[in-house]
T-cell receptor
Framework: DTAVSQTPKYLVTQMGNDKSIKCEQN?????MYWYKQDSKKFLKIMFS???????INETVPNRFSPKSPDKAHLNLHINSLELGDSAVYFC??????????????FGEGSWLTVV | GENVEQHPSTLSVQEGDSAVIKCTYS??????FPWYKQELGKRPQLIID?????GEKKDQRIAVTLNKTAKHFSLHITETQPEDSAVYFC????????????FGKGTTLSVSS
């Protein structure tokens, strides 16, 4: 039973292409996130959704467009891919509030390589 | 917004030694401070966390301390083992709905036997 699952795990594509990464969580959480981990291992927040509503949109190029069809899914679409988009993209989820529900759970990551 | 600084960036210890990683945060409204361990090619996984109403928490060989006044928190690993080798991240966040974890830049811990 994978709590946060994302597909594909590996993606190699050419510059200029458009690609999507899908994410689903079965934890019943209200909040989902996309994080980007670059080659230096830095984990940077990109987007946050709470109950399908966009909460956080960090300084991410508008080529990146998240979409949340329901609170269990948060997909990431990337247009006109550039070399600098090569990274690992992690989907995550959490339940807002206090106690153990504050924990953020990560998916296994999607390794995107733009050539 | 929140900014989290983490030191050192790399740490090498001998098996059995202790390891300490330190972080500072900037947002006084942050109230949740987790630590994640990331092994090569894997996802970050929570190893311990602490909330702002607690000063110290321990779980077997790992412990975390929090100084809210100084906005410092630290991870302590005792009796290190080779399998502790990984990248460790500290993070901070507020409790409001939708707020994200803001991560430090990570510490690569190497434990040699």
């Amino acid at each position: 039973d994978t709590a946060v699952s994302q597909t594909p795990k590996y993606l190699v594509t050419q510059m200029g292409n458009d690609k999507s990464i899908k994410c689903e969580q079965n934890l019943g959480h209200d909040t989902m996130y996309w994080y980007k981990q670059d080659s230096k291992k830095f984990l940077k927040i990109m987007f946050s959704y709470n109950n399908k509503e966009l909460i956080i949109n960090e300084t991410v190029p508008n080529r990146f467009s998240p979409k949340s069809p329901d609170k269990a899914h948060l997909n990431l679409h990337i247009n006109s891919l550039e070399l600098g988009d090569s990274a690992v993209y992690f989907c995550a989820s959490s339940q807002p509030g206090q106690g153990i529900r504050n924990t953020i759970y990560f998916g296994e990551g999607s390794w995107l390589t733009v050539v | 917004g929140e900014n989290v600084e983490q030191h050192p960036s790399t740490l090498s210890v001998q098996e059995g030694d202790s390891a300490v990683i330190k972080c500072t945060y900037s947002d006084s409204a942050s109230n949740y401070f987790p630590w994640y361990k990331q092994e090569l090619g894997k996802r970050p996984q929570l190893i311990i966390d602490i909330r702002s109403n607690v000063g110290e928490k321990k779980d077997q060989r790992i412990a975390v301390t929090l100084n809210k006044t100084a906005k410092h928190f630290s991870l302590h690993i005792t009796e290190t083992q080779p399998e502790d080798s990984a990248v460790y991240f500290c993070a901070a966040r507020r409790g409001q709905a939708g707020t994200a974890l803001i991560f430090g830049k990570g510490t690569t811990l190497s434990v040699s036997s």
